[in-house]
């Protein structure tokens, strides 16, 4: 699967770009907020309709216009489609698929899939459960329409149940909560299965991608940590037992203190957790572990990689580490956005290069 081509307009700091990208890998390099990760961001948003920012969608309208369009071909085994995103600053954003407007943001997914890695993803092994259940949510939603969806009911059922926990007539809450919880219970089956699968899948693809980064230095294991899953094949009473024994302390919470919005992922580097005891250099390998791990997967399901973005990554890591990477990657399209063409960089064959200046593409070759 592989972005034929890309066209901006009125986005961020361009006015009207055209990208027509390779299907192997991609460089753009420019000096710091010329619009490099300004790219690499619209090619996420026509993959999943978000922003892989955090960052309202009006935001993306350049300063001073009212309106703004990402535009993109896809190719997949399937063949082509066309996307379109159109932002306004006085409606919601738009997406057409072949022309056509679609409902819902499930419909969007899948079309085309990414992988996204910049600095910041570093966060995903550093900081809270939060960014390790959004990497398994983002990655799990463009792959499974059935997950995206579960997770939406999910969430509503959670804030539901949480204003529920806050009423005052704790008769109404004892009498209600049962009735909640047999629908949480099954949308979260969803959502715990399509997790624990993705785990064991993720878990032997990043220890390898690892071994392969650090030149067979480290190991890498990951699990699932949620504290109430003790049989896994019947995660749904688990799960309603869980809530059962916590009721009393989450009406005390004001919240439900248990189920997939509170799971982690634990990940560790020769038996010791790396998010407590990692330096900053394993995390960041861990980090790209995951992700690169992510690509196995999404070619395990659809038999074709999705696209890999790697927005200002390589700076990060060694020269050895970067060799290495690009030997791997170098059969899946991929995006680079970095400063400085290095020497690793100039030597890829058929490599496409794209100059950004102040939103404008001022070579390609
Ligand atoms: N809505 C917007 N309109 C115009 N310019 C924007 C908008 N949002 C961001 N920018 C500009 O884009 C630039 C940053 O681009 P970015 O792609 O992050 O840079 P880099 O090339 O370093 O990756 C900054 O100069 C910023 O002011
Ligand atoms: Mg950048």
């Known amino acids: 699967m592989y972005i034929k081509n890309l066209t901006l307009q009125n986005y961020r700091n ?29 090619i996420f948003y026509l993959c999943t309709g978000y922003s892989p920012r955090a960052t309202r ?19 997949s085994s399937y063949g082509d489609v066309k996307i379109d995103i159109k932002f306004s600053d006085k409606k919601n954003k738009e997406i057409l698929v072949n022309g056509v407007p679609i409902k819902k943001i499930g419909e969007l997914m899948g079309n085309l899939n990414s992988v996204f890695f910049n600095p910041e993803e570093l966060k995903l092994i550093k900081e809270s459960p939060e960014d390790r259940r959004r990497f398994m949510d983002i990655s799990l939603s463009q792959m499974s329409k059935r997950y995206f969806y579960a997770l939406q009911k999910y969430r509503k059922i959670i804030e539901q149940r949480n204003d529920l926990l806050k009423n005052p007539d704790k008769e109404v809450v004892y009498e209600t909560l049962p009735l909640w919880d047999a629908q949480l219970s099954e949308y979260a089956e969803i959502i715990i299965k399509e997790r624990l699968d993705f785990i064991k899948m993720l878990k032997p693809f990043a220890s390898n991608a690892h071994s392969f980064i650090t030149g067979g230095n480290e190991s890498l294991e990951i699990s699932l940590e949620s504290g109430y899953i003790e049989d896994e094949y019947n995660v749904k009473d688990c799960l309603l037992r869980a809530l059962t024994e916590r009721v009393e302390k989450d009406i005390i919470l004001g ?24 330096s900053q250099g394993q995390q960041r390998t861990s980090a790209l572990s995951l992700k690169l791990a992510e690509l196995e997967i999404f070619k395990n399901r659809f038999n074709e990689y999705p696209v890999l973005i790697l927005d200002d990554a390589l700076s990060e890591l060694d020269q050895k580490r970067r060799s290495r990477l690009i030997d791997r990657i170098k059969n899946i399209q991929t995006i680079i956005t970095c400063t400085e063409l290095t020497s690793e960089l ?18 390609e070759q």
Do not use: W
């Open 255 to 278: 919240y439900t203190s248990v189920g997939p919005h509170r799971d982690d992922i634990k990940i560790k580097i020769s038996g010791e957790d790396v998010r407590i005891y990692g």
């Open 346 to 363: 100039k030597t890829i064959e058929n490599a496409k290069h794209f100059i950004i200046e102040n939103g404008e593409i001022i070579s």
């Open 57 to 75: 969608d009006k935001q993306v309208i350049k300063y001073g216009s009212d309106s703004a369009t990402i535009s993109g071909v896809a190719n």
């Open 14 to 42: 361009y006015e009207k770009a055209s990208f027509s990208f390779s299907n192997g890998i991609n460089i753009l390099t420019g000096d710091n907020a010329q619009g490099k990760t300004n790219c690499a961001e619209a």
